[in-house]
């Protein structure tokens, strides 16, 4: 279910009100500022702005220029519940990347 590190590993369901951690990785090129990570019912749905981290507390590879934002979450009350995690990049000119999102599902 989550790997060495804690993380939830992709189509596992988790216990409702479980504490875990999501992992999304971004490969940047420009200078990153900070990471807005939103939370919605679905991936069309209203999202809801859940955290800001600065990008100098997220794990970072020079080599691959690559970030890796970890997320750490309560899964929803109730079974078979789902939640879309949303982290979305804003570069040191202010400008704000696509979002990249993973899903988290509770269990039936």
Do not use: H, W
């Not at 691959?64 to 939640?83: H, S, W």
């Amino acid at each position: 279910m989550f790997s060495a590190a804690g993380v939830l590993q992709p189509g596992v369901t988790v216990d409702s009100l479980s504490k875990v951690n999501v992992n999304m990785e971004y490969t940047s090129e420009v200078a990153v500022k900070e990471f807005k990570i939103y939370s919605a019912a679905t991936t069309t749905g209203v999202q809801t702005l859940l955290a800001k981290f600065p990008a100098g507390t997220q794990k970072y590879d020079n080599e691959l220029r690559n970030y890796v934002v970890k997320v750490p979450v309560t899964a929803p009350k109730g079974k078979n519940v789902t939640l879309v995690l949303f982290a979305e990049v804003i570069a040191d000119n202010s400008i704000a990347s696509s979002q990249k999102n993973v899903t988290l599902k509770t269990k039936p």
